[in-house]
């Protein structure tokens, strides 16, 4: 291939932005892949990492690697998402009238990459013909930032201080590069480690938030925003995606962190009509990367898991440039876990029959060991209905074990420890005599009494294999309460809490679960229970919760099944 470095590339504000451009040895005129990133763009072509550069360009692709503004060769200043929607618009139209470029520019990229994507497609250059959004984050206030009104701390502050440190250092400030790289976990090894968790349960967290000032203050100005109900203003699914008028191939995973974003933005595009929208869902983790690969967590998914993402996008994107016609590209391909195999639809989520199943109380205090009990049998006035109750202490949080998380051990990984402590709740069904089908989303309610101004409930839909192994399947959280309206003087408050979705098959002989607790740390901030913002509380205190079960007050999980339902869920608890 013939390369290019640091080219220059005006922008609409006079500041210069620098691209390296990759094209093929070949002639005639070729289509362009734009790639736009804050990661140095010299990294796709080292020869660790499985770049777009070396797979498209020999196929007949110009591509074209970007430092975004305020990140390595590019002038200006960094500010996240800020600045991208019309830089990627400038970008687009001068990649399209580079030497040897036939016009037409298309873009794909993983996470950061993938939603700059989203935000210049709302604005509908007239060269971009297509985009391939991987694992992006799509909305500052509900995926990514924050999720349910909590903070997605092992994500935010792990890549907020990754960013604070590279931003330190190109301005020649190395003595606070060093002191940002003290509030994380001493993982060298780890380009983006989390918090360390004295630093992560610091209270006032403000105190920890005051180290980025100087350096970013996007960090707080960003937390800020995403905690505001109107905040996220240029990176909104339901803002952005209605106004893309090309066709989109989005690029998710069930183990993901911002899995909930592509699936609206799914929803958003498919509602609209105005392009073909198209998604996949694997089995992975956060962010594909472009190598074949099925192991998340603890589970590999075998060889079937192992998805070509780059010759997908070819066959998507070559229609559309001019490079000759392909096999049309599902609507939707998703993976199903457990039978571990991929299916096709022509929409998302497939037809399915929505089954509650209600979290019935064992008796007696929480101490270890599986709470109740689950199946699909409504409580009744002559039933028991004993409350379970439980403390929530801010200090000792649930910690995080696998799940859909990002910087700390993520995907499906055995959560039988966490069951043993008395601020964990999981409610059993009896073992499966035939597999369980859930495909699509899942949604929990969760019914509380508390003494506390504010709570969290988390909710996590757990696959209990026979040996006991206890693996998450998918999960999600709510906070609701503050100083000014405590929860305490409202009585009984019902938590809807939206665990995105999966498709997932439930072996026979294993049994469905549902865990319930008030924490997960580090993936999510702890709620110190006064109704402050997390920031300025400087006292976090104890709760006390009580989870109902009764007619009156049914906690429940709702699952899209496909498919009959066992009799032991439907059979009366005792």
Same mark, same amino acid.
């Given at each position: 291939?013939? $390369? ?11 500041? @210069?932005?620098? *691209? ?67 830089? !990627?618009?400038?970008? @687009? ?24 994507? %989203? ?10 013909? *297509? ?19 909590? $903070? ?55 105190? $920890? ?34 106004? @893309? ?5 989005? %690029? ?27 998604? %996949? @869902? ?79 109380? *064992? ?15 409504? /409580? ?15 200090? *000792? ?35 499966? /005599?035939?597999?369980?089908? $859930? ?86 901030? %702890? ?30 999980? !709702?699952? /899209? ?14």
């Amino acid at each position: 291939m013939r $390369v290019e470095r640091n080219v220059e590339v005006p922008m609409r504000d006079g500041t @210069i932005l620098r *691209a390296d451009i990759f094209r093929p040895l070949s002639d005639g005129p070729c289509p362009v892949i734009l790639l736009r990133l804050p990661y140095d763009k010299s990294v796709l072509t080292e020869p660790w990492f499985p770049s777009e550069v070396r797979y498209f360009v020999p196929r007949g692709y110009i591509c074209v690697a970007q430092d975004v503004r305020g990140t390595y060769t590019s002038e200006g200043t960094f500010h996240p998402f800020r600045d991208e929607t019309p830089d !990627t618009v400038d970008t @687009i139209e001068w990649a399209a009238g580079i030497e040897g470029s036939n016009g037409k520019v298309v873009m794909t990229g993983q996470s950061y990459l993938g939603s700059v994507q %989203v935000q210049a497609a709302a604005e509908k250059p007239a060269p971009l013909v *297509a985009i391939s959004p991987v694992s992006p984050l799509l909305d500052f206030t509900d995926n990514g930032f924050r999720r349910g009104g909590a $903070v997605e701390s092992s994500f935010y502050f792990a890549w907020a201080t990754n960013m604070a440190i590279r931003e330190a250092r190109r301005h020649g400030r190395e003595e606070a590069a060093t002191a940002l790289a003290t509030l994380t976990e001493d993982r060298p090894v780890d380009a983006f480690p989390p918090l360390s968790r004295s630093n992560g349960l610091h209270a006032p967290f403000d105190e $920890v938030l005051q180290q980025y000032d100087a350096v970013a203050p996007w960090v707080r100005q960003l937390l800020d925003e995403a905690g505001r109900p109107e905040g996220g203003g240029y990176l909104s699914t339901r803002r952005l995606v209605p106004n @893309i008028s090309v066709p989109s191939l989005y %690029v998710t995973s069930w183990y993901d962190a911002f899995l909930g974003g592509s699936l609206n933005a799914y929803a958003e595009g498919t509602s609209t009509g105005a392009a073909p929208t198209h998604l %996949v @869902i694997g089995p992975w983790e956060h962010a594909h990367y472009g190598a074949p690969q099925s192991i998340a967590g603890e589970i590999d998914f075998g060889p079937t898991a192992e998805l070509d993402l780059f010759a997908l996008l070819e066959q998507f994107f070559a229609p559309l440039t001019g490079l000759g016609p392909r096999e049309p590209v599902p609507g939707v391909r998703y993976f199903t876990m457990g039978i571990n195999e991929w299916r096709s639809a022509d929409a998302w989520p497939p037809a399915s029959t929505p089954v509650r199943l209600f979290l019935h109380s *064992a008796g007696g205090p929480v101490t270890s060991g599986p709470t109740g009990t689950l199946d699909a049998i409504a /409580p009744t006035d002559g039933a028991s209905t004993a409350a379970d109750e439980w403390t929530h202490e801010p200090k *000792a949080p649930v910690p995080s074990t696998g799940g859909q998380t990002w910087a700390i051990p993520a995907g499906p990984r055995d959560q039988s420890a966490l069951v043993e402590r008395a601020d964990v709740l999981a409610f059993d069904s009896e073992p499966l /005599p035939s597999a369980v089908e $859930v495909t699509g989303a899942v949604r929990a309610k969760a019914w509380l009494e508390t003494d506390a101004a504010s709570a969290d409930v988390i909710a996590a839909l757990v696959d209990i294999h026979p040996d006991g192994r206890r693996y998450p399947v998918t999960q999600g959280i709510l906070r609701l309460g503050t100083e000014s309206e405590p929860l305490h003087e409202k009585g009984p408050i019902a938590f809807d809490i939206d665990l995105w979705a999966t498709s997932h098959v439930f072996l026979a002989g294993h049994r469905i679960s549902v865990q319930i607790a008030s924490s997960d740390f580090p993936h999510w901030d %702890v709620n110190p229970s006064d109704g402050k913002p997390w920031p300025t509380s400087s006292a976090p205190e104890p709760a006390h919760h009580r989870l109902l079960h009764d007619a009156a007050h049914p906690s429940a999980i !709702t699952l /899209p099944t496909i498919g009959p339902l066992p009799t032991p869920l439907s059979h009366t608890h005792p």
